[in-house]
């Protein structure tokens, strides 16, 4: 309603919440003494074992024995995969090196642990570090080092991609520009082990501890400008945060509004940031949820699992929720429930997204988001309740240890491949299936999402009278050569150093250094997952890969 101010009208200001969480506080690190110069120095070269990392040290490591023949290299890789610290090889090359080039930092989640091992080669180790990265990752990582108390750690930057390229072309690499600052690459790597670094100044912290409760009053229309303006919102409309909607939000759980529920992040390092139940229903209302649907959402927000993470390769979340709550609250389990078509499901996936970008503090696309194509299910997090009544098995929370009568909500994290088919044929559906299996990415699993009529199918043609027996046959079935598995791109990255450098008791370690055409079983029985879904219209099934999560108690927040 419009105020008359003089003969004018003139619209009301109105008071919001502020819709973000409460930033990390960060401790200040001093760096290592830099060195006097590389002349008869040792400098390692550290390989992150991500996406052919190795062949540009390579060249860096040939562009020394050149051009700075005084200079002992040596390159080495980390024991596991990129994000485990390696305290073994950093005592190495404290005891043994000089300085330390660490690489190369080139997608959302390999690019924040290289710097963290450079700050903590510098902080911890006393070593001199240069990290060395490729510039879509430019903004990233300047984050992770200011959130890692030291904002001057030095960065180098190559072009990207690094992967697949020529040992010449990654040579232009090393001997070329730094395509951020235009400063000859080798140049900037040698001055940053060799030139002091600035000193931590007073008051340069990153972020303010504190965020503020409220916005300054305004006018709806430029509160939506301000949110939209700020990236608070998914760029669709959303509901304003005042006092009198988050009071009726705060309503629909017992719990007091200043209670910390948790803290989250978009990728590892970045820094985690905590928030409590009020900023929680904050977003919830911005999402157009009912308060009934609050301990859903609190109990999501509480697993700390962003459904905005920041990886390059779109991941997206996917949510189901279990038990009594579901009719309670009149969600969708049947025709149309992985759609849009339900308020419940759409509001709560929604409310989802929302606090997981603003309670990590963003989710901004180059900076805290590095999703290379995105992923449309990042919208409501494909949420929808199992079709428990019409299902042949034990329901999905039942499977991860909860009784019938509990409410849950269980989280998967994935979601980037899929496949589909509609029932299973007389003869070959066992060959179908493997079919679908070997098309999932092999570093998620399986989850079967199963309309009634094929879930029946499944205990009809196969005799699954078990979800247990159902999965034991999806593990045995799913088999690809040695040969081929090993040279997917994705488990070099992920599965293999774990199985061959890491961790004796990882079950793929047995398949290290078999022959290329040996069996190998994609997924473990623990990692495959039934759900039943569907109104019965048809026998039409899907196979999402995704990992699961977490499977939590939506009672505790009621």
Not at 184 to 192: D, F, K, T, Y
Not at 244 to 251: F, G, I, K, N
Not at 335 to 361: D, K
Request: proline fraction near 7%; charged fraction near 20%; aromatic fraction near 8%.
């Amino acid at each position: 309603m419009l105020t008359t101010v003089k003969g004018l009208h003139v619209a009301p200001s109105i008071t919001v919440f502020n819709p973000l969480g409460y930033p990390p506080k960060v401790n200040r690190k001093q760096p290592a003494s830099r060195l006097d110069s590389l002349d008869g120095k040792t400098v390692y070269l550290v390989d992150s074992r991500f996406d052919d990392s190795v062949e540009l040290l390579r060249q860096v490591q040939a562009w020394f024995a050149e051009r700075m023949p005084g200079v002992r290299t040596k390159l080495v890789q980390m024991a596991s995969y990129y994000g485990k610290d390696d305290p073994a090889l950093w005592s190495e090359i404290r005891d043994q090196g000089h300085a330390a080039i660490i690489g190369v930092g080139h997608c959302s989640t390999c690019a924040p642990a290289v710097s963290t091992h450079a700050i903590t080669l510098e902080t911890q180790y006393g070593v001199p570090t240069v990290a060395l990265h490729t510039d879509k990752f430019v903004k990233v990582v300047q984050s992770v080092i200011r959130m890692g108390g030291l904002p001057q750690a030095p960065l180098v930057f190559v072009p990207q991609p690094v992967m697949g390229k020529s040992g010449q072309e990654l040579r232009a690499y090393v001997e070329g520009n730094d395509p951020c600052t235009g400063k000859p690459v080798m140049r900037e790597i040698i001055e940053a082990l060799t030139v002091g670094l600035n000193a931590n100044q007073p008051g340069d912290e990153p972020y303010a501890r504190t965020t503020p409760r409220l916005e300054e009053p305004d006018t709806e229309e430029n509160l939506h400008a301000l949110f939209e303006r700020n990236l608070w919102t998914d760029h669709l409309p959303i509901v304003l945060p005042t006092e009198e909607r988050v009071a009726r939000m705060l309503a629909g759980t017992r719990r007091r509004a200043d209670e910390v529920v948790g803290r989250m992040q978009p990728t590892p390092n970045r820094g985690l940031w905590e928030y409590t139940v009020e900023k929680v229903a904050i977003n919830a209302v911005m999402a157009g949820a009912k308060p009934e649907y609050f301990p859903i959402i609190l109990a999501l927000a509480a697993t700390g699992i962003s459904a905005r993470g920041s990886t390059s390769s779109s991941a997206s979340v996917m949510t189901v929720v279990n038990g009594p709550i579901r009719n309670e609250i009149g969600m969708n389990c049947g025709i149309g429930a992985m759609g849009p078509y339900n308020h419940a499901n759409a509001t709560i996936g929604r409310a989802y997204g929302l606090l997981s970008q603003n309670l990590q503090g963003g989710s901004v696309p180059g900076d805290t988001f590095m999703g290379s194509i995105g992923n449309s299910c990042t919208y409501n997090g494909i949420t929808f309740a199992e079709n428990e009544e019409r299902s042949p098995w034990e329901p999905l929370h039942v499977q991860k240890g909860f009784d019938p009568d509990t409410s849950t909500v269980t989280v998967f994290h994935g979601c980037r491949s899929t496949t589909f088919a509609l029932g299973l044929r007389k003869d070959h559906w066992r060959e179908h299936v493997r079919d679908m299996l070997l098309g999932t990415d092999a570093i998620t699993a399986p989850v079967l999402l199963l309309d009634p009529i094929a879930a029946r199918q499944f205990i009809d043609r196969g005799g699954f009278d078990t979800k247990a027996k159902l999965i034991r046959w999806l593990h045995e079935t799913a088999e690809m050569p040695a040969g081929r598995y090993w040279d997917l791109q994705l488990v070099q990255n992920y599965i293999y150093p774990r199985a061959a450098f890491d961790d004796t008791h990882s079950p793929k370690a047995k398949y290290v250094g078999v022959p290329d055409d040996t069996p190998v079983r994609m997924f473990e029985e623990k990692d495959i997952n039934v759900v039943v879904v569907g109104g019965e219209a048809n026998g039409y099934w899907q196979m999402m890969g995704a990992h699961h999560k977490a499977t939590v108690s939506v009672d505790e927040w009621r």
